[in-house]
């Protein structure tokens, strides 16, 4: 590919650890919460399908995320929360809510090598403050042309990416761990999409994925430099 091309990066659990803190919060909740019949498993489950509902709602984020921890804990507890316990469950983000993260290995690296070729973008979904808060602790911004933070990932999203910056889809890649939001809706608008899975991808970001020619399947981003 010698000609210059569009890379857009999606951020979390594709350019920092993320859902891995989420994941931990939750163990340290069901733990807490120590239910007498139903197991971390079951709990899961009931907190996928609150979440279902309080993402539209809420939007995504630590702050919907703890939400839905305290809709989980009034409906197995079958009563409300006390104001102490509220506290409690607040304290479960406290990690994301201080915007800790972790870069994936090479990143710094690959950015840099891909920003002499290529035009790099950013395009997170979540929570504004929350978002830009890890973009600056991870000191990344510099990398990319622009970033932008949306509030969820849907095809007409990157149509307006594409509108935004007259990019050529045909020749804009969107690179990201999950099917749901950023593979499936950017292929969906035109674009090529390479899919880095995340052990910890969050389970309402996952989906199948057909097989596509336009999707490149990789296993780490630092492969990325071996195919622009």
Known sequence: MP???T???DADDTLWENNVLFERAFAAFSAWLA?????EAAIRAVLNEVERATVVTHGYGTLSFLHALQVVFERLRERTATVDE???IQAFGAAMLRGDLELVPGVVETLTELGTRHDLLLLTKGDVEEQQRKIDASTLAPHFRS???VPDKHVDTYRRLVGEHDLDPARTWMIGN???SDILPARAAGMNAVFIPNPYTWELEIAELPHDEGVLHLTA?????KHF
């Open 3 to 5: 000609d210059r091309l």
């Open 7 to 9: 890379l857009v990066f």
């Open 35 to 39: 239910h007498p019949t139903l197991d």
């Open 86 to 88: 509220v506290a409690e």
């Open 147 to 149: 970033t932008h933070i």
């Open 178 to 180: 999950s099917p749901r």
């Open 221 to 225: 981003l630092t492969e990325l430099t």
